[in-house]
């Protein structure tokens, strides 16, 4: 079975651009996660979402967003991009919302971003 | 805001086991104790979760306190591939205040010669 795959790996952006991330969860999963990753902050949950719903949501600015799309898969868009947001995008994939405790979530490579 | 402490880094000899300790003093009845790692540069993988029994899988034992304020991820054999920063969450339900994966700043883990 197919890991979660993101693309693109690799991105540099300039200040004030905006940029979208893709993540393809593994088949048959239904929830996607989002994470960001820096050096200082270590990693920090984004949001959540579910049957194309978003299900939960961490504490980042509204220049953050996401969505997913009828078969699962997600992208994350960032707006008006700023220094700090240089980091590794990590998207993680699960069975489903709800189940029993079961829900271990497999991440993809992640995204590295640049902000210049 | 993560509710776990994990010493920042260990060292283990090749071939012998890791024993990577994690507080979690105010863990809640509700929450589940999961354990991941992440290589250098990859994204982190799922090792083991439990509630409050020991748990063994194919890569590792996880031991809760009869408290459940702590718990040991036990790598029985380390190889030099188990180097990486070691990361233990708690984790809630969906539908609780603690669902979302929290991660703190781990432990790295280095598996010497």
């Known amino acids: 079975k197919a890991g979660v795959t993101q693309t693109p790996r690799y991105l540099i952006k300039t200040r004030g651009q905006q940029v979208t991330l893709s993540c393809s969860p593994i088949?048959?999963?239904?929830?996607v996660s989002w994470y960001q990753q820096t050096p200082g902050q270590g990693l920090q949950f984004l949001f959540e979402?579910?049957?194309?719903?978003?299900?939960n949501k961490g504490n980042f600015p509204g220049r953050f967003s996401g969505r997913q799309f009828s078969n699962s898969r997600s992208e994350m868009n960032v707006s008006t991009l700023e220094l700090g947001d240089s980091a590794l995008y990590l998207c993680?994939?699960?069975?489903?919302?709800?189940?029993?405790?079961?829900?271990?979530?497999?991440f993809g490579p992640g995204t590295r971003l640049t902000v210049t | 805001d993560a509710k776990t402490t994990q010493p920042t880094s260990m060292d283990c000899a090749e071939g012998r086991a890791a024993n990577l300790p994690c507080n979690h003093s105010?863990?809640?009845?509700?929450?589940?104790v999961y354990w991941y790692r992440q290589i250098h540069s990859q994204g982190p993988q799922y090792i083991i979760h439990?509630?409050?029994n020991n748990e063994t899988n194919e890569m590792a034992s996880l031991i809760i306190t009869e408290d459940r304020k702590s718990s040991t991820l036990i790598l029985p054999h380390a190889t030099l591939r188990d180097t990486a920063v070691y990361y233990c969450?708690?984790?809630?339900?969906?539908?609780?205040?603690?669902?979302?994966?929290?991660f703190g700043k781990g432990t790295l883990l280095t598996v010497n010669p």
């Open positions: 993680a994939s699960s069975l489903a919302l709800g189940s029993s405790g079961r829900y271990e979530q497999y």
């Open positions: 088949s048959g999963h239904r929830s």
């Open positions: 105010t863990i809640s009845g509700n929450e589940y």
């Open positions: 969450i708690v984790r809630a339900l969906p539908g609780g205040s603690n669902y979302k994966l929290t």
């Open positions: 979402y579910f049957s194309e719903t978003q299900r």
């Open positions: 439990g509630l409050k």
